[in-house]
C-alpha cells in the first residue's frame, strides 16, 4: 500500500471556512497531525479541526514555528515531525493528514515537513488540499476586493525586512503583508512615507471570535504573530483597470 502524506489547509481559524475536501481528508486519514508551538496547549490548526473530527486519531506535533534565530532547534523540530509519520507508516498507516493554518503551500511549515518525509520514507505520495489564507479572511472582513482587471499582489512577508516591503509597495497595486506583529510600527512609517497609510488595514486573529480590524493608522504598537496588513490598489474607478 502507497503511503501517504497529505497536507490540509483548514483555513484563518472558523471551522465554517474549512472546506468539505479537508473534512473528508481529516477524517479519512489514520493520523492527523497538528502543529503546536507546545505541546501542553492545542493550536490553532488543532482547534479548528477539533471541530470536524474524533479526537483519538490526532496527536500534536512540536514545530518551532516562531524559531527564527536558532535553526539546529528548527530543523531538530522536522526531523522529529518527520520522524513521527515514518514510524506511523512502519506501524501499518497509510495515510497520514497534517492540518494546517490557512493553505498548505503558502508560507506553511507543511513544505518542511514534506521535504523531511520524502527522505524518510522512499516512495511516499505527497499532495495537498488547499485552504482558505488570512488574506482572502481580511479582503472578506474588510469587503475591499484584492486584485481587478489588470492590477497586481504581492504578498510579502515582513520578516523579509521593510526596504523589500517599500519596493512591493512601489512595484504592486494591492500588498499584503505577512509576519508583521513584531514589525507593525514600522510598518506603519513606510506606508506613512509612500502616502498608503490611510487605506490600509490591519486584521488580527481573523476568522476567529475574537477578529478584530482597525485600520493602520490606528495602531502604534506590536501586534499578535496572527496579523495580517492590506493595502488595497491606490485609486480604482469601476473597472477603470480592465
Ligand atoms: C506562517 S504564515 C501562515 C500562512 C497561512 N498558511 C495562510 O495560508 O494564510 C503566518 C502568517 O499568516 C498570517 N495569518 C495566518 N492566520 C491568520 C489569522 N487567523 N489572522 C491574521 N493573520 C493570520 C499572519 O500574517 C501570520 O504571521
Redesign the pocket.
Known sequence: MTARLVGV?VG??DPDLVTVKAVKVLRGADLVLVPTLDVGAAG?AERTVRAHIDHERLQRVPFA?NERTDRARREAAWDAAGALVAAAFTAGATTVAFA??????????FSYLAATVRGLVPGVEVSTVP?????Q??AAATGVPLVEGEETLTLY??TAGLQGYREALRRSDCVV?????RHLPGVVEVLRERGRLDAAVV??????PG?SVVKASDVDADLP?????LVPPASRTRGGRL
Open positions: 489547509g484563518p481559524g490553532r514555528l494546517t493554518i490557512g493553505d498548505p503551500n503558502v508560507y506553511s511549515s485552504g482558505i489564507t488570512a488574506m479572511q481580511l512577508p515582513l503583508a505577512y509576519k508583521g506583529g486584521g488580527t486573529d481573523l476568522g476567529l477578529q504573530y496572527l496579523s495580517t496588513v
